[in-house]
RNA sequence: GGGCGAAUAGCUCAGCUGGUUAGAGCACCUGUCUUACACACAGGGGGUCGGGGGUUCGAAUCCCUCUUCGCCCACCA
């Protein structure tokens, strides 16, 4: 954590509020805890079965399962995005009536959790198999006990509105039972089958990983370029290249392309391996790249996946030298292959010593630089090691042909578009899942053997004590299954699969979004797919929305090793859970990456910081000039009561719960149940929605309104009614949609609003559980007349600012409108001068420039109302200098004006344009037009006035 | 090696099917403690939209090409 200097919300004691008071900074600190403790007693997130569509009640399901995080894991800012993306829609679907259910869980993790504990007993100076298999299950089960669903917790200090009366863990009887029924159905239906091949071997983790735990990464390596001489004839040889000069006592041949020329009178002879003397024959085969290297391959089929195909091609035996802990041994028959000096040796020390032996002997050709990538465990990032070994096999093509179509016909949509083509290019290249594990932690293989009677192994949902053939004792088999193959049932299995009359799937499945990263697209997005397509029979959801990363300002994956983390507790404790939440949302682009610095937590979170503190101003100043009366609904006011101001802004607010609407987009997709083309990319624009709000609250609301309003509340009476009631409805929206965003200081704030004095109430106890804001049935016509205050109140400010006129002194102001029926004149003008210390005159559109009187600036604004201020008024004392400054930046000024407007006319005069281009297009040419003409006219008659005729 | 994406203000990014003077936040500069907010308010500067070519009356937007980054996949020993 990062001290900041002077925080005062977090480090100041908070003194107490008298009742009724509200601090000038919002102390998140001081709500956040107890709130959520106040919704979780009301029960405000648990989602009710009976209450959906499809269970006869009357609302619609929207389900998200919450990519459950690793029992042991502690909260990171990737977690802090990932769960607040779904708070955020959970909460806005909750609003608009939908039955939300956000279902939470962990995963036991297996090779994960396993190393942490095995990591443990070393420090104890145990391990595993020192204390066996069940004592070892125990342990673990154990720490997870004591030390797991940590993170859970963390997760409701950051707002999770997750239904935690659902809460599951992979590892519970219920998932377990989901495991075992996916495994025995896809095994009776052929798809599960026992391989003998060449799999991936983490020699640390002592167990075999699918291709996709198998992480390449480029690394500088060496080619070995290494003679073997034939057996009957050493003055000849081949030389073959290879990047692990240690399996060459494994290798069984050398193959050549057999239309290399070069090596055809090779074919069929016998070479001697180095080292160990075995003859070894040369056998052609079309893998050889005769282009590659020196154009022949060494052959090792028990220590490399394509080396084993060639072997079985050409029925060669697939001596295995190595062991579990990639040490170098031999097997059995094959023993006599590893010379006894090498025996026990590591791989990489034998490599160099075989190396060695290979220089001395006079066999070592050459060594280059080479870089290649190396599969490594992406758990404990150890050099993967290729062997050949008996592995269960989930055959995919057949799983992946329905996920494919699911995509291609717009059952589901992947969010940002582009990962569509990854995920289609991964599926139709599918390779059958490794998914058996040689650990303790996880799900054992519930496939039974009979060692006695030889009976086929058996898959079996309920445990096998004795062989059903020959009633000799049954054993299971040793293995665990890949965490995947648990991960995978997920949306399913958390809602009672596979009891197909569990209500919670009956009513919730299939479901809506998944929020995660794109790193777990195939480990997990694409075999949730697969699984449910098969197993349900439908897509587990419609949307998979794949958010960025977060990362510090070198753009560096934040990590543990790195030390370039964020602790989201230290940010809730120091700012708030809203600031965390907010920053990240707010920050965020479809796909794109959050940037944030570790160093410097103060203007990393200090948008969202910022902005509460905003909101929470804006809350005070209401709240304490409104009161606490009861205000009048909106529907009791009378149209015309509505000043120009209050019809502008409840017109804000319905575009902003547009923008927010339209921004979060289609909830689901149509008839159908397809996305459509036009649909398909809409929405999910979380940043431009969190935007939509805060624009209307801080830009509209805050900036404009709060002011024009301030007078008409002191005044009273029946037009101050209006204000306080059109103040509160605006308030009241604007919560209504911050809510799913920063849910802790919208609901602060909205228990805090006057009742309305029809006694309507606001519906219910609770901002999260109220509804989602509407847009007025019906506008009040008229509210545009207000860009005409804010224009004028714009253009006096930059006058002002240009002459540096003291912001004390008040100055008069001529307001020459272009349009004539420019509404109530008296207001307007009161309006714009309270808001800019003027005395505003409004004239007709017959005053000309010359009746205000003498030198004067003035300013065209869009829409040709002119703004007049005599030049007496802004200069203290007018100097020569001024003027002639002023005078040649009006005549720049009139000169880029005459430009433009030339261009604007060549391009009406154009008849491609004005016969080809859009109506609306031409017209606001035509309009630009007009306006920059009256433009030109204004600089030019100013100049005059003040320059002099030249 | 294959595939995909990106290049717009100092930074992070918007700019929809080509059409007003290319926007926002942050940063920067100037002024202001104006009785809700200095975590604020007001005003301002800053971009030949990566280079080159093409299509068009008109290109940040479409096409080609080059350059530079990023991502995913891949059994080249």
Redesign the pocket.
């Known amino acids: 954590m990062t001290p900041t200097d002077g925080?005062?919300?977090s480090q100041s004691p908070a003194p107490t509020p008298a009742p009724d008071e509200l601090p000038?900074?919002y102390r998140a600190a001081d709500v956040e805890s107890a709130l959520y403790a106040r919704w979780q007693a009301a029960g405000t997130d648990v989602a009710h079965a009976e209450r959906v569509t499809r269970m006869g009640g009357g609302r619609d399901p929207y389900t998200i399962v919450m990519p459950p995080p690793n029992v042991t894991a502690i909260l990171h800012v990737g977690h802090g995005l990932n769960n607040t993306v779904q708070d955020v829609l959970i909460r806005w679907r909750r609003m608009a009536g939908d039955e939300a259910l956000w279902l939470p869980g962990t995963d036991h993790a297996g090779i994960a959790t396993q190393n942490v504990v095995e990591k443990q007993l070393a420090a104890e100076g145990s391990s595993r198999s020192a204390l066996g298999r069940e004592a070892f299950v125990a342990r673990t089960a154990q720490f997870v006990e004591t030390t797991g669903g940590q993170i859970l917790q963390q997760l409701k200090s950051i707002g999770a509105s997750a239904d935690w009366s659902r809460t599951a863990y992979t590892l519970t009887e219920p998932m377990s039972a989901a495991v075992t029924e996916a495994f025995v159905r896809l095994f009776e239906d052929g798809l599960v089958y026992r391989g003998h091949r060449v799999i991936h071997w983490c020699p640390r983790c002592m167990t075999s990983l699918s291709?996709?735990e198998a992480e390449?990464n480029?690394t500088q390596g060496a080619?070995y370029h290494i003679r073997y001489r034939l057996a009957d004839d050493p003055s000849q040889s081949i030389t073959?290249?290879?990047?692990?000069p240690e399996t060459l006592l494994g290798d069984v041949a050398v193959a050549v392309n057999p239309t290399d020329e070069r090596y055809a009178a090779f074919v069929g002879r016998q070479l001697t391996l180095p080292i160990n003397g075995v003859h070894i024959p040369v056998i052609a085969d079309d893998?050889?790249?005769?282009?590659?290297?020196?154009?022949?391959?060494?052959i090792t089929p028990a220590h490399?996946?394509?080396d084993f195909e060639v072997g079985k091609r050409h029925a060669l035996s697939a001596p295995i030298i190595m062991d579990a802990e990639a040490r170098m041994n031999g097997m059995g028959d094959d023993a006599h292959r590893v010379p006894p000096e090498l025996r026990g040796v590591d791989r990489f020390e034998a490599r160099e010593r075989i190396v060695n032996m290979l220089r001395d002997q006079g066999a070592l050709v050459k060594v280059e630089a080479?870089q290649?990538?190396v599969r490594h465990c992406y758990r404990c990032d150890t050099v993967v090691e290729p062997r050949l070994s008996d592995q269960w096999f989930v055959k995919m093509a057949p799983l992946a042909a329905p996920a494919l179509a699911a995509v291609r016909t717009g059952r589901i949509r992947i969010l940002p578009e582009?990962w569509e083509?990854?995920y289609i290019?991964?599926l139709e290249?599918i390779?059958d899942w490794n998914i058996s594990r040689q650990l303790w932690w996880g799900h054992r293989v519930p496939v039974y053997y009979c060692d006695s009677c030889g009976a086929a192994p058996k898959a079996s949902r309920t445990t096998i004590t004795t062989c059903p053939d020959c009633g000799a004792p049954a054993r299971q088999d040793e293995d665990v299954l890949d965490t995947w193959f648990s991960s995978w049932l997920w949306p399913m299995s958390t809602l009672g699969w596979p009891n197909m009359e569990s209500s919670d799937l009956k009513a919730f499945y299939p479901g809506d979004v998944l929020v995660t990263a794109?790193?777990i697209l195939?480990f997990w997005v694409s075999r949730m797919i697969m699984s449910g397509c098969y197993f349900m029979g439908d897509a587990p959801y419609h949307t998979v929305y794949l958010h960025g990363t977060v990362r510090d300002m070198q753009?560096r994956k934040m990590s543990k090793s790195l030390g370039n983390g964020i602790d989201p507790m230290d940010v809730v404790q120091l700012y708030g859970a809203d600031a965390l939440r907010w920053t990240m949302v707010a920050?965020m682009?479809?796909g794109?990456?959050v940037?944030l610095d570790p160093t410097d937590l103060e203007?990393s979170f200090?948008?969202g910081?910022?902005?509460?503190?905003?909101l929470w101003?804006?809350g005070?100043?209401l709240l304490?000039k409104v009161g606490t009366e009861p205000v009048q609904p909106l529907s009791a006011i009378a149209t015309e009561s509505l000043t120009i101001a209050d019809r502008w802004i409840l017109d804000r607010l319905d575009a902003a719960i547009g923008e927010a609407n339209s921004a979060l987009g289609p909830v689901r997709p149509g008839t159908g149940g397809c996305w459509t083309e036009a649909e398909r990319t809409a929405g999910m624009r979380l940043d431009?929605y969190a935007?939509a709000g805060r624009r209307f609250v801080?830009?509209e609301l805050?900036?404009w309104y709060?002011?024009t309003v301030?007078p008409r509340l002191a005044a009273g009476g029946a037009d101050a009614e209006v204000a306080r009631a059109v103040l509160v409805h605006c308030f009241d929206g604007a919560l209504r949609v911050l809510q799913p965003v920063i849910p802790f200081i919208t609901e602060t704030l909205w228990a805090k609003l006057p009742a309305i004095s029809d006694g309507s109430a606001r519906g219910t106890e609770f901002l999260t559980t109220s509804a989602w804001p509407a847009a007025r049935p019906a506008r009040a016509e008229g509210g545009d007349a207000f860009e005409l205050v804010r224009n004028a109140?714009?253009g006096i400010?930059?006058i002002?600012?240009?002459y540096k006129v003291k912001?004390?002194k008040s100055v008069a102001v001529t307001l020459l409108p272009s349009a004539a029926d420019a509404a109530p004149a008296p207001l307007l003008a009161e309006t714009i001068g309270a808001l800019t210390r003027a005395t505003v005159t409004i004239r007709g559109t017959e005053g000309s420039p010359a009746a205000a009187g003498g030198a004067s600036a003035q300013q065209v604004l869009t829409g040709g109302t002119e703004v007049v201020i005599a030049l007496s008024e802004l200069l203290e004392a007018e100097s020569a200098e001024d003027t002639a400054k002023e005078c040649a930046r009006l005549r720049s000024e009139l000169d880029q004006?005459q430009k433009?407007l030339d261009?604007?006319r060549a391009?009406l005069s154009?008849e491609?344009?004005t016969s080809?281009?859009?109506p609306e297009?031409v017209d606001?040419?035509r309009?630009?037009e007009r306006?920059?003409a009256q433009?030109v006219d204004a600089l030019t008659r100013k100049i005059e006035a003040l320059c002099g005729t030249r």
């Open positions: 925080t005062p919300t000038t900074t291709d996709e390449f480029e080619m073959v290249a290879t990047t692990r893998y050889t790249d005769a282009a590659f290297g020196t154009g022949a391959v060494k490399d996946p394509n080479h290649h990538s582009r083509a990854v290019n991964w290249g390779r794109p790193e195939f753009h920050g682009g479809l794109v990456d940037l203007k200090a948008p910081r910022n902005f509460l503190t905003k101003n804006i005070r100043f304490t431009a935007d801080w830009n805050a900036d709060l002011e301030k109140v714009l400010r930059q002002r600012n240009e912001p004390g004006t433009i261009g604007v391009k154009n491609s344009f080809r281009a859009k297009v606001g040419a309009a630009q306006d920059l433009k």
